[in-house]
């Protein structure tokens, strides 16, 4: 299936015809289902950067939403500054002792109503109209299971940068499961939007893993087949920093490989989707640290295309190498 998803930029969201369509249109699906989007928000250890996110949320316009937040055992001053935010805008929040992120995401996910829903990180900051746009895509496309958008980082002081990450550019017009499989195209986590019955139709997040998205997204490709990618939308201002969760590179391969063992063993591209996925993990360490690519050597190398593609890589300067 193509998914036309073109002129859905912010600048223009008033003139264009998927906008009219969706006021003409849509319009009656929100008097049917008033709760149109749910926003499932897991909190930890963000004291920083909590407060701004959440605004970030309450100020979206143009569609009706829910935000639900738990707190998942946050040491530091987390917990307070969402209570007295809490109050501020009267959303769902609970805060309780940790159970860790993907176990609170089920949670989240059990107790929304809307009809479509996404995930935001409690240091990350949604850009305007978002969820009216990715909402938007989903009422005019209901064979679609989710939709994609792109991600703008942003450092740690809250400074964004001025280009979408290459990376998930790749990925539109659509990914399929076997793109997403082998590893040739990236979905960022903070960037889907999903009809919730068809989310909770395949098992919602998988408690096995150490994250919560690559699971659910091979789930939902294989299930539901190729899903939307918009180059427009622009879904999250991801901020980076020092405990960023992919920034454990080595936990973030060896959970992607153990989640192709546990569940995809027996498909034919399951070998070549090992070899590529080690080839990534090979490349990746080029760049972090050549000396432990060299240390890894034995465990990442094969005679695979992919990786051979990449093991010049190892002998270039990280200044000459690209993202």
Request: some cysteine; glycine content about 4%.
């Amino acid at each position: 299936m193509e998914y036309s998803i073109t002129n859905l930029a912010v600048d223009n969201v008033g003139e264009n015809v998927y906008v009219k369509a969706f006021a003409e249109g849509v319009e009656m699906e929100q008097r049917e289902n008033p709760l149109l989007v749910s926003v499932l928000f897991a909190s930890y250890n963000h004291e920083k950067y909590v407060e701004a996110s959440i605004r970030s949320i309450m100020a979206q316009e143009g569609v009706k939403f829910e935000l639900i937040v738990i707190d998942d055992g946050s040491t530091d001053s987390s917990p307070q500054i969402l209570e007295k935010l809490q109050k501020e805008f009267d959303f769902q929040y609970i805060h309780r002792p940790n159970k860790g992120l993907v176990a609170t995401m089920n949670e989240l996910l059990a107790m929304a109503r809307g009809k479509y829903f996404c995930s935001f990180a409690s240091d990350d900051i949604m850009p305007p109209k978002r969820l009216l746009l990715q909402s938007t895509f989903l009422a005019l496309h209901p064979l679609a299971a989710a939709c994609f958008g792109q991600v703008v980082p942003m450092d740690e002081n809250g400074n964004v940068r001025t280009e979408k990450d290459a990376r998930y550019l790749r990925s539109v017009p659509q990914v399929s499961f076997e793109e997403s499989f082998l590893g040739k195209k990236a979905l960022h986590g903070c960037s889907e939007m999903f009809v919730r019955e068809k989310i909770l139709s395949v098992g919602g997040y998988d408690e096995r893993y150490y994250f919560e998205d690559y699971p659910l997204f091979l789930k939902v490709l294989h299930c539901y087949g190729p899903q939307p990618v918009s180059a427009d939308i622009v879904c999250c201002y991801y901020r980076e920093h020092d405990v960023n969760m992919h920034r454990n590179t080595t936990k973030i391969y060896e959970e992607i490989l153990r989640v192709l063992s546990d569940n995809y063993s027996n498909h034919a591209l399951y070998r070549k989707a090992v070899n590529c996925w080690k080839a990534n993990w090979f490349s990746t360490l080029t760049m972090q640290d050549k000396k432990e690519a060299l240390r890894r050597l034995p465990q990442l190398a094969s005679l695979s295309f992919p990786f051979l593609k990449r093991l010049p890589k190892i002998f270039i300067p990280k200044r000459f190498l690209p993202y």
